[in-house]
């Protein structure tokens, strides 16, 4: 997959992540972008270690499934770290 597939990847992932578990994490349209790329990237790299899952074609399920999966932990982590900064500030 070339770069622009890992954007475009990275965007729905991402979007789908957050409609998969909506809540207060900050961020728009860019920061979807970057934690559904960040995601993808975390996700392709982690199916590839765990399940052996190729991350080589776009219209791959295991390559959707391992995106999201990594969007959901990027999502996670970024809403325990902004959640936190929150709190301590009020």
């Known amino acids: 997959m070339g770069f622009i597939a890992y954007l475009i990847l990275g965007l729905i992932a991402g979007a789908i992540a957050k409609a998969i578990l909506p809540g207060k994490q900050g961020g728009g349209f860019f920061a979807t972008l970057i ?3 960040i995601g993808a990237m975390l ?8 399940f052996g899952a190729q991350m080589d074609k776009f219209f791959s ?3 959707w499934l391992c995106a999201i999966g990594g969007s959901l ?5 970024w809403g ?3 959640g936190r900064s929150k709190s301590k500030a009020a």
Do not use: P
């Open 35 to 37: 934690l559904g790329v």
């Open 43 to 50: 996700g392709g790299w982690l199916g590839g270690m765990i």
């Open 61 to 63: 399920l295991s390559s």
């Open 73 to 77: 932990i990027v999502l996670i982590v």
């Open 80 to 82: 325990l770290i902004t």
